[in-house]
């Protein structure tokens, strides 16, 4: 009787610097987006001030640059915001993330 007494090596892979750079990019990233819809409100308020003007309001590129600025705000709250409430847990009723 002989038993075959063979060892096997298990080497476990170390993360790579690929993975670890990947993931602080992305903690990077995430906490960029409240960063991004801070300014893009405040950038949103300035805009509305200047295109609101009474001798720039009856500008019609004026009134094309006043209905984007509205677009990208209402893109910032409705796709951007649940996005990071939903990280940290949150929801609101309206939106499916």
């Given amino acids: 009787m002989s038993f075959n007494n063979q060892s096997k090596l298990m080497v476990m892979p170390q993360p790579s610097q690929l993975v670890i750079a990947s993931t602080y ?43 984007s600025t509205i677009r990208d705000e209402l893109d910032l709250v409705l796709n951007l915001l649940p996005n990071y409430l939903s990280m940290y847990g949150y929801s609101i009723p309206y939106v499916t993330t």
Avoid: A, D
Wanted: aromatic share 12%.
């Fill in 25 to 67: 990019i992305e903690l990077i990233l995430n906490h960029f987006s409240l960063v991004f819809l801070i300014l893009g409100t405040i950038g949103f308020l300035g805009n509305c001030l200047i295109f609101l003007h009474p001798k720039i309001r009856t500008n019609t590129c004026s009134i094309y640059l006043l209905c």
